[in-house]
């Protein structure tokens, strides 16, 4: 079973930013969602196992970056321009499939964003 620890989440002002990370104890395809208190977990960001596709919300698409390292096991969201609306624990997820557009088995434990006005 594939282990992920997300890290990085802090409070920031509206306008800055930010870069989590998420170590994987294996490469997968990765995703990042994102739950804001009330609301669903949502869909944020996506890549592939080779990092040649990526795929973003549209709410988020021109603002976040999502990479991850010559490895392959460390994934980033590089956040600009954040918004209160950013506000959410993100979490990372991992799974087999090529595309992460939807949750798979492995999350990881979230890490908290607060984006002040």
């Known amino acids: 079973q594939v282990q992920l620890v997300e890290s990085g989440g802090r409070l920031v002002q509206a306008g800055g930013s930010l870069r989590l990370s998420c170590a994987a104890s294996?490469?997968?395809?990765m995703g990042w969602f994102r739950q804001a208190p009330g609301n669903e977990r949502q869909f944020v960001a996506a890549i592939n196992w080779s990092g040649g596709r990526t795929d973003y919300a549209d709410s988020v698409k021109g603002r976040f970056t999502i990479s991850r390292d010559n490895a392959g096991n460390t994934v980033y969201l590089q956040m600009n321009t954040l918004k209160p609306e950013d506000t959410a624990v993100y979490y990372c997820?991992?799974?087999?499939?090529?595309?992460?557009?939807?949750?798979?088995?492995?999350w990881g434990q979230g890490t908290q964003v607060t984006v002040s006005s």
């Open positions: 997820n991992a799974d087999s499939r090529p595309v992460v557009l939807s949750p798979g088995p492995y």
């Open positions: 294996e490469r997968y395809p």
